[in-house]
């Protein structure tokens, strides 16, 4: 078990493109537990792989109450979107920011787990808000993307000013 270090926007390293996962080993399973431990320390309800600077398609999710339902998206791909809705969002890789961005309200999702079986998630709500957030990570984009340029420049300088004072 180890927290992972998490990469923080703007870092170019965050607009790198996962390849899937071929080996369902040992070393896979490692990794989702570092992500699982990482995300529950931080505390947060969604990371991807890319965020922790692993360049493979690997989620990991719990939006409980209880922060007991883990949920591990390997290899993730969207079947079905139905809907809009507008959510505030915020990311472990962009902290202190939160803004509304729109997205499905409901999304169909193929996957494997962590022993390569494959299965389907059916998520509306905050689930669905976040499988898109976090698959959005691992095709290089983040949800200050979406945002005006005026607001993504605006976060580009407070977080610059955060690095600085964190030195
Ligand atoms: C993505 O985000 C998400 O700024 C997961 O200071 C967000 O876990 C999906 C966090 C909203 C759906 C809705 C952010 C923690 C956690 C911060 C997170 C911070 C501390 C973000
Ligand atoms: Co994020």
Redesign the pocket.
Known sequence: MALLKILHYPDTRLKKIAVPVTKFDRALAALVSDMAETMYA?????LAATQVDVHRQVVVMDVSEERNNLLTLINARVTHKEGAQV?E????S?????DKVERAALVRVDYVDIKGKPCVLEASG?LA??VQ?ELDHLQGKVFVEYLSPLKQGRIRTKLAKQAKANL
């Open positions: 931080a505390p947060g309800i969604g959510y969002e915020g990311c472990l962009v902290p202190g920011i939160y905050l808000v976040c957030h």
